[in-house]
Each structure stands twice: as C-alpha cells, then as structure tokens.
C-alpha cells in the first residue's frame, strides 16, 4: 500500500521550519500532500492562491510532493478524498504538543483509519512560527534566515506596496 500523507497548516507565510518537516516528510511517505488550509483565527498575509504560488516555488526539488488549496472541508475529509491514510504534523514545544494532541483525537474519532504523524521541529526552528516572523516584520525586524528565499522576497514586495 502506498504511504500517502497530507501536511495541512495555512503556511502564512511558509517558514524554513515548515520546509524542514515537509523535505523530512518527503522521506518517510511515497507521496507528501501539503495542504493549505484556512485558518479562521488568523488574518492573512497572503492570499491562497499566493499561498499556493510560494509554497510550489519552494517545494519544486521535491518530486513527491504536490500542493493544493483547501477552504471548505475538513482535514480528515479532505485526506480521503486525497487517499490520504497519514497526517503529518510538526510540533515545536509542549504547548504544540497539547494543541495537536487535542486535533489528533478528534481526527481520530472522525477518522479512525487516518494515523497522525508527529515530527518535532528541528532546533534552530522550534522557537519560530509565522505568527511571530509577522509580528517581528511588521515592527521592521530582519527574519529573513527563517523564510525561504522567495517567499522573503514576496513578502518584501507586499510592504513595498504598504508603504506607497
């Protein structure tokens, strides 16, 4: 049987923390499927098909692994309709930890046949999220180590355009 997993997350934007656990996913599955999701808590800085965009442009050296959009439906819906059998989640720290352990038991009860793949962060991005590179952008601080290149450049042009 094919080991086809799906990484879903809103990647607002995609950090070098989400490349790692996605180029380290592509390892252990056949086939990777980053999903990108919206998240209804959080205010975006990009739109999904931007979203869609950046993440391609950073994922092409990974030939197993494609991306698509998803707005209206479920994780664990969306992963069947995908044959998906695996989520791939990345946990930081314990707070991480409490947050997806919570998701990993209501996808269960939703989808028992669905298993959850946790991947704890690498070290040198366990202490970054993309709410908290936005933050520091917003306020004019350097972040550029923990985005990928052209994603640091999309983001780059975004304020160019704010501060016309």
């Known amino acids: 049987m094919e080991k086809i997993a799906l990484f879903p997350g809103s990647f607002d934007p995609l950090t070098m923390g989400h490349l790692d656990t996605i180029e380290r996913g592509a390892k252990m599955f056949d086939k990777l ?25 950073a994922l092409v050296h990974l030939k197993n ?33 409490e947050y997806e352990h919570e998701i990993m038991t209501m996808n269960h009860h939703l989808a028992p046949e669905i298993e959850t793949v946790f991947l704890m962060s690498s070290p040198q991005y366990s202490h970054i999220s993309s709410s908290i590179l936005k933050e520091v952008l917003l306020f004019g601080g350097d972040v550029k180590e923990y985005l990928p290149s052209n994603v640091y450049q999309a983001i780059m042009r975004k304020q160019e355009t704010y501060e016309k």
């Open 33 to 57: 499927i980053v999903g990108i999701f919206v998240n209804t808590n959080k205010q975006s800085l990009f739109t999904v098909e931007e979203k869609v965009k950046l993440v391609k442009e």
């Open 65 to 97: 692994v494609s991306v698509i959009a998803q707005e209206t439906e479920l994780t664990v819906d969306a992963a069947k309709k995908l044959n998906a059998n695996f989520l791939l989640r990345g946990i930081r720290n314990s707070k991480d930890y």
